[in-house]
Structures are given as structure tokens and as C-alpha cells.
């Protein structure tokens, strides 16, 4: 009987052992992981931060071709006002010159 607690005893022992060993490995793999996740992490913020910036760019691109379409149909505006205006100016012209 004294050796039967002892046996039983050592036995969990022994499971406690390898159950520690499990662990242990699996701690270090996910350690591992975690390394390779980091690094993936890093790694995609870079690649955040580059499209961001392609994007900011590309929206200022665009913003500055909307500028050149807006100012170029402004300066379209103006002269075919200028031009209305010239020949209403003409048409008074005219009417005063008939007078």
C-alpha cells in the first residue's frame, strides 16, 4: 500500500512533466507566430501609409486637373461674355450712330 500512493504519485508527476513540455512548445511556437505577425503587421502599415500617400496624391491630381477644367471653362465664360457684351455695345453703337 505504501507504494501504490508512490507509484500514483509519480505517475502524475510524469504527467505534470510532460504536460509542462507541451506548454512549452507551444508557447514557443506561438511565440514564433507572434514574431512572423509582427513583422506582417509592420509590413502592412508600410503598405497603409504608401497608399495613403498614392491616394493624397492622387487626390491632389485630380484636384488640380477639377482647377484647370474650372478655370479654363471660367475663362470660356468670360469670353463669350466679352463677346455678347462687344456686340450689344456694337448694336448701341449702331442705334446712336442711326440717331
Known sequence: MTKA??????ERVEQAVEEIRNLR???TELQESNGQLEDD???LQEQVEDLTSQLAESQ??????GQDEAASEWLG???????RVEKLVDHLGGLLGEE
Open 5 to 10: 500512493w508512490l507509484r500514483d504519485l509519480e
Open 41 to 43: 503587421k509592420v509590413k
Open 25 to 27: 512548445q507551444a508557447k
Open 77 to 83: 465664360e468670360r469670353d463669350e461674355i466679352r463677346e
Open 60 to 65: 491632389e491630381l485630380l484636384a488640380s486637373a
